[in-house]
């Protein structure tokens, strides 16, 4: 089972842009799809995004679309997302998760490995 961790949250002012990162432990990270998944106080966890394990198809929850990019490097055990015009809605706990395809991250199928979550904050 792969292990991952989550990189760069923070406070963030509303309008400005942050980075978080997931590394993963496994040689075997290029047969994992990966995907961000988030939980604000009071609110079910929610997905954010999914990419294939190529690195080629993404999905993107509809609250996200145009203002976040998830990408991947497969040699160095990473999947990235890239959050601009950030709104203090986004404020949550973000989740980085690996699943069998980006698909199945998407629709709710539970994810093989979750890592333990990065607060991202964003302020008014």
């Known amino acids: 089972q792969v292990q991952l961790g989550e990189s760069g949250g923070g406070l963030v002012q509303a309008g400005g842009s942050l980075r978080l990162s997931c590394a993963a432990s496994?040689?075997?990270?290029?047969?994992?799809?990966m995907g961000w998944f988030r939980e604000a106080p009071g609110k079910e966890r929610e997905f954010v995004a999914a990419?294939?394990?190529?690195?080629?198809?993404?999905y993107y929850g509809d609250s996200v679309k145009g203002r976040f990019t998830l990408s991947r490097d497969n040699a160095k055990n990473t999947a990235d997302l890239q959050m601009n015009s950030l709104k203090p809605e986004d404020t949550a706990v973000y989740y980085c998760?690996?699943?069998?395809?980006?698909?199945?991250?998407?629709?709710?199928?539970?994810?093989?490995?979750w890592g333990q979550g990065t607060q991202v904050t964003v302020s008014s």
């Open positions: 496994a040689r075997t990270f290029s047969n994992y799809a």
């Open positions: 998760a690996a699943g069998l395809t980006a698909v199945r991250l998407q629709i709710g199928v539970k994810p093989d490995s």
């Open positions: 990419i294939s394990r190529s690195g080629g198809t993404t």
